[in-house]
């Protein structure tokens, strides 16, 4: 690089090469600029943003609203640590239980930590309340889940390439498969604390379960006295068409973890949420954070709340989600074998013969659309919810141009 000329992405792209630990995979594109459902790189060109940070970016980048709120916490302060109070920290946890119709809040910043957080909770309250013998907890968790990258995490993920030498691995944990009942059933024991699912499973490629089987879980889970933990951190917060995914079958957790979206892209929040009953058991000294439910994190949370009580961006979600599903649908058959999802979220599983999922995801950005691949042959479809039609159909154009046939 010189003092004249301006970087390249190539020389972005090689300075990441030698100098960042090789954990991604990224697309050779160099953002510098977002604005609403855009992003525009080092050289100026712009993309059609069909991922939004793995739903992170549910409204977008740089949404006035949630800039504003940081802007102003900024000027006051951002860290006290929970050695002290703040003035954000009680309001926070209160419009998000209200939000979520729940009675309590444990903020943590990322998902991982949030998920973590709700297996050590779920097993003091089978030691505490439920009167499993003290380390004999188990929960029970479906195959090709994906909860975060922790070694306890991985512990129970059936993903080689996120377990391979990071053992030895926690105990404690019964894999079964996502969707049967009669999996979970078998697996629960007297000594069961809790069970950890996904309403959606979005690495696995966006996987919707059969219906009822979510509700079933639920009643499981009540006849055996065990706690349900939906995973919300990307499915929740408006992405499936409603607050929360499991909102879909009028089902409710005791747990649920939600992270991602509750930053509004602008920093890592994510929190447990849940019953007075499960998250009071914790008392001072047995778990924490400093950056959790931090004045900054606590700040912009409050504004996505705000976003989010309107309603609107849950019935955007509804209204484009069945647009996308419906345009998707029509390449079935054509370069596609299958359309997944719900919401403005979708698994688009590439039919045999076509382009491997990176090979795609390179297409589209050629293109100037923004997405990515997950187990090889699938595209995840997460545009943000402040995508108008226009822009949806734009998308959904490129992604046909590279795989209809």
């Not at 951002?78 to 979520?100: I, K, M, W, Y």
């Not at 349900?228 to 990307?234: G, K, T």
């Not at 005791?254 to 447990?272: F, H, N, Q, R």
């Not at 699938?378 to 992604?399: H, K, N």
Request: a negative charge.
């Amino acid at each position: 690089m010189t003092a004249t000329a301006a970087p390249t992405t190539e020389q972005f792209v090689a300075l990441d090469e030698q100098w960042s630990t090789h954990n991604y995979h990224p697309l050779p594109v160099v953002i510098s600029h977002g604005e609403g459902a855009w992003v525009t790189d080092v050289e100026g060109r712009r993309y059609l943003d069909f991922l939004s940070g793995y739903s992170s970016l549910n409204f977008g980048h740089r949404h006035p609203d949630l800039v504003a709120a940081a802007a102003a916490q900024l000027g006051r302060v951002t860290l006290t640590s929970r050695a002290f109070h703040h003035d954000q920290f009680g309001p926070f946890c209160r419009e998000l239980a209200e939000l979520t119709g729940t009675e309590m809040v444990l903020a943590m910043n990322s998902g991982a930590e949030a998920v973590e957080s709700a297996i050590k909770v779920a097993r003091k309250w089978a030691y505490r309340v439920k009167g499993v013998p003290e380390g004999t907890a188990e929960i029970v968790v479906a195959g090709a889940n994906f909860h975060g990258r922790t070694t306890t995490i991985v512990s129970f993920s059936t993903d080689e390439t996120a377990r391979a030498d990071f053992g030895p691995f926690t105990p404690g944990f019964r894999v079964v498969r996502y969707g049967d009942l009669a999996a979970v059933r078998d697996a629960i024991t007297d000594r069961t604390a809790a069970v950890l699912i996904e309403p959606v499973q979005g690495e696995a490629g966006v996987v919707v379960p059969p219906a009822g089987y979510l509700a079933g879980v639920r009643a499981l889970c009540d006849e055996h006295d065990v706690l349900l933990i939906a995973d919300e951190i990307q499915s929740g917060l408006g992405r499936t068409g409603d607050l929360l995914a499991l909102d879909h079958e009028g089902v409710r957790a005791d747990l649920y973890t939600l992270g991602k979206a509750l930053g509004g892209g602008i920093v890592p929040v994510s929190a447990v949420v849940g019953s007075r009953a499960v998250l009071g058991v914790l008392r001072p000294g047995e778990h924490g954070s400093t950056f959790g439910g931090n004045p900054l994190a606590c700040a912009v949370g409050r504004a996505v709340v705000r976003l989010l009580s309107t309603g609107e961006y849950q019935r955007r979600s509804r209204e484009l989600g069945a647009r996308l599903h419906a345009r998707l649908g029509e390449f079935v058959g054509r370069g596609v074998a299958e359309v997944r999802g719900r919401g403005l979220w979708a698994g688009v599983e590439i039919a045999p013969g076509g382009p491997r999922g990176r090979e795609a995801s390179e297409a589209l950005a050629r293109l100037g659309v923004l997405c990515k691949e997950t187990q090889d042959s699938t595209l995840r479809v997460a545009p943000p919810l402040v995508i108008t039609e226009a822009e949806l159909d734009r998308g959904v154009d490129a992604i046909a141009r590279v795989l209809a046939r």
